[in-house]
T-cell receptor
Framework: DTEVTQTPKHLVMGMTNKKSLKCEQH?????MYWYKQKAKKPPELMFV???????INESVPSRFSPECPNSSLLNLHLHALQPEDSALYLC????????????FGDGTRLSIL | GESVGLHLPTLSVQEGDNSIINCAYS??????FIWYKQESGKGPQFIID?????DKRQGQRVTVLLNKTVKHLSLQIAATQPGDSAVYFC?????????????FGAGTQVVVTP
């Protein structure tokens, strides 16, 4: 079991739907991350939150909208996604940003019809 | 290394043997390195890290070696077990990368055979 919990584990949605991915950690970490991972590829960084403020947006399309309601929660709101957005979406956290390990959840497997 | 097509480099290891997984990095300014293990259907799991002021670090059954001269990182797994079957990623970051942005390697698939 990981200490970063992601829900749902699987999500199938149409291109016109709106859905949200959720991530929770109770390790007191102040940095949280969203990654996208395609099959047989390494994770690709999407967003970084530090102390609940968005620090990095890696030129992610606006159909992905992150939100950090508090220090334990991170959401990723999805709207009008494309089939190529089908992937594993991983959340991670670390005590702070910088040179330290990030702890990953097991991800949400997203399929866009 | 960089991935080619859809096939991950694969290391096939007999149970009980030692495994060595290699990673080349390109940024000479990188000063912090991590190895992750990703099992099928799971997220990456932290294994071990090393900072650039060291050239070797040992954990439980794992050793990471860093050669800054040739920009090479390796992970050694002693007495490989079936549970070690996974994809292994190296990752690097440094003073030119801010806010926890790691550069991940392409990954190596380790298959442990009985």
């Amino acid at each position: 079991d990981t200490e970063v919990t992601q829900t749902p584990k699987h999500l199938v949605m149409g291109m016109t739907n709106k859905k949200s991915l959720k991530c929770e950690q109770h390790m007191g970490h102040r940095a949280m991350y969203w990654y996208k991972q395609k099959a047989k590829k390494p994770p690709e960084l999407m967003f970084v939150y530090s102390y609940e403020k968005l620090s990095i947006n890696e030129s992610v399309p606006s159909r992905f909208s992150p939100e950090c309601p508090n220090s334990s929660l991170l959401n990723l709101h999805l709207h009008a996604l494309q089939p190529e957005d089908s992937a594993l979406y991983l959340c991670a956290s670390s005590p702070d940003v910088g040179n330290q390990p990030q702890h990953f959840g097991d991800g949400t497997r997203l399929s866009i019809l | 290394g960089e991935s080619v097509g859809l096939h991950l480099p694969t290391l096939s290891v007999q149970e009980g043997d030692n495994s060595i997984i290699n990673c080349a990095y390109s940024n000479s300014a990188s000063d912090y390195f991590i190895w992750y293990k990703q099992e099928s259907g799971k997220g990456p799991q932290f294994i071990i890290d090393i900072r650039s002021n060291m050239d070797k670090r040992q954990g439980q059954r794992v050793t990471v070696l860093l050669n800054k001269t040739v920009k090479h990182l390796s992970l050694q797994i002693a007495a490989t077990q079936p549970g070690d079957s996974a994809v292994y990623f190296c990752a690097e970051t440094g003073p030119t990368d801010s806010w926890g942005k790691f550069q991940f390697g392409a990954g190596t698939q380790v298959v442990v055979t009985p």
